[in-house]
């Protein structure tokens, strides 16, 4: 287990309606403290900035939840300071309001209009879960896999044009479980030969089109690429035709979340699990290579499959969605897909489709980078699953990073340079390069 930490010794903050542009210093900006260490940040007013009326406040909360203290920051007189400590592991999130209540503008990465968010971890491979995996986990999920096993899967291939040189493309429909597909893209390195495999998932969002582009560029580096759509619907049709869907499918999330037989989450999950066992069964395939990769939602596949199939070699995420389903139950911060816990059903259903209970099964390299300032899915609930793996793992924390959408490639730089190295050397027959702390 390797932990790759960013660092960035200052931020500078922008400013937005009713406020100056800060700068924040951290005590320490790896952002990561051992127990009972003092966790700090330094607030300063930019240069040429003046204090406005008013004054700005603050929250601090232990794993995005439990408020710890609230106070105000005096920008005329000096430069304060944000101070806490924490006795155990777990994450802190601090919330800075500017005096404004004018907050229409502001900068997206610092967390939302009028809003500027820092993070830091305290022991963070020490976090554990907070509730326990249901005593028939795998007994579910070995029924899930062997039903979809008597369903043929039946795939289409159908070849597309492309302009990218040396690279063959197609899509690909396979059948699922209910009389549900699986649709994706396919590229690989044209002509004869064995290529390494590499299947991407997709982050959540209603369905959309799935560009050729993100299957032929890594096809180009060699990679027979398959990109599955989350969802039962083409992967290629005009944007009109997904906008027309019925509203129902746009809300995915919440179907079925107190059945765990018909949960949606149960057909992406075994659609998935189909789309590796198809890429293994092609005689293109070099038979050792089976790399899973997604951002959120896809890092959330990507988990699971990595729990549930044992052809992967590697899992690479970012920010993945599905950890500490429960988390609203334990005084942490619930991410993405925000199950209503406060359901007692949807309680009892939701452990079954938690990343973190996929985790222990996880054997495979596995790569995981989080945010310590994103609330779409909390670096609580990712430090949870992370600690659960026991196999080869690496860690990339981005202390300045909210969600990938909302943050700047700056701030998720290391994602990016880790991501590529594992990928440069899996598609090479290489380890994957975990990196020492």
């Not at 005009?238 to 179907?255: F, T, V």
């Not at 779409?376 to 981005?398: D, M, Y």
Request: glycine content about 8%; hydrophobic content about 45%.
């Amino acid at each position: 287990m390797h932990i790759r930490s960013a660092l960035l010794a200052l931020v500078v903050l922008p400013g937005f309606a009713g406020a100056q542009a800060l700068e924040i210093s951290a005590r320490d900006p790896r952002g990561i403290y051992p127990a009972r260490a003092t966790i700090g940040w330094t607030i300063a007013l930019a240069p040429g900035e003046t204090a406005s009326t008013g004054a700005y406040t603050y929250t601090v909360k232990e794993n995005g939840a439990r408020v710890m203290r609230r106070g105000v920051l005096d920008l005329a007189h000096g430069t304060p300071t944000i101070e806490t400590t924490l006795d155990h592991p777990g994450m802190i999130l601090v919330e800075i309001r500017p005096p404004s209540t004018k907050r229409a503008f502001g900068d997206a990465s610092t967390g939302g209009p009028g809003r500027i968010l820092l993070g830091a971890a305290v022991d963070p491979t020490k976090i554990q879960r907070a509730d326990t995996r249901p005593a028939d986990f795998d007994a579910f999920w070995a029924a899930q896999l062997d039903a979809l096993q008597k369903v043929p899967m039946n795939a289409v291939v159908t070849p597309k044009e492309t302009t990218v040189p040396n690279v063959e493309l197609a899509t690909v429909r396979l059948n699922n479980v209910g009389g549900a597909h699986v649709y994706a893209n396919l590229a690989k390195p044209k002509g004869e030969g064995k290529f390494p495999a590499l299947v991407i998932y997709q982050w959540a969002s209603a369905p959309y089109p799935l560009p050729y582009a993100w299957v032929t560029d890594r096809a180009a580096q060699g990679w027979l690429t398959l990109n599955v759509e989350p969802h039962d619907v083409p992967t290629d049709m005009p944007q009109p035709w997904y906008d027309a869907l019925p509203q129902m499918i746009k809300g995915y999330a919440s179907l079925n979340d107190t059945d765990r037989d018909h949960n949606y989450f149960r057909q992406m999950y075994l659609g998935d699990y189909r789309a590796i066992e198809y890429l293994a069964s092609r005689p293109d395939w070099d038979g050792k290579t089976m790399v899973v990769m997604g951002i959120s939602m896809g890092g959330q596949q990507s988990l699971a499959m990595a729990g549930l199939n044992p052809r992967v070699t590697a899992a690479i995420t970012h920010v993945a969605a599905g950890s500490d389903a429960l988390a609203a139950m334990h005084e942490r911060m619930a991410g993405y897909p925000n199950w209503n816990v406060k359901n007692p059903l949807v309680a009892a259903t939701a452990p079954y489709f938690d990343v973190t209970n996929f985790a222990s099964r996880i054997t495979a390299p596995t790569l995981i980078a989080m945010g310590f300032i994103d609330e779409v899915c909390p670096s609580i609930g990712l430090w949870t699953t992370f600690n659960q793996i026991p196999g080869v793992k690496e860690a990339v924390p981005l202390p300045e990073a909210h969600h990938n959408h909302l943050a700047t490639a700056a701030k998720q730089a290391a994602w990016t340079t880790r991501a590529t190295a594992w990928l440069t050397a899996l598609a090479k027959g290489e380890r994957a390069p975990v990196m020492e702390h």
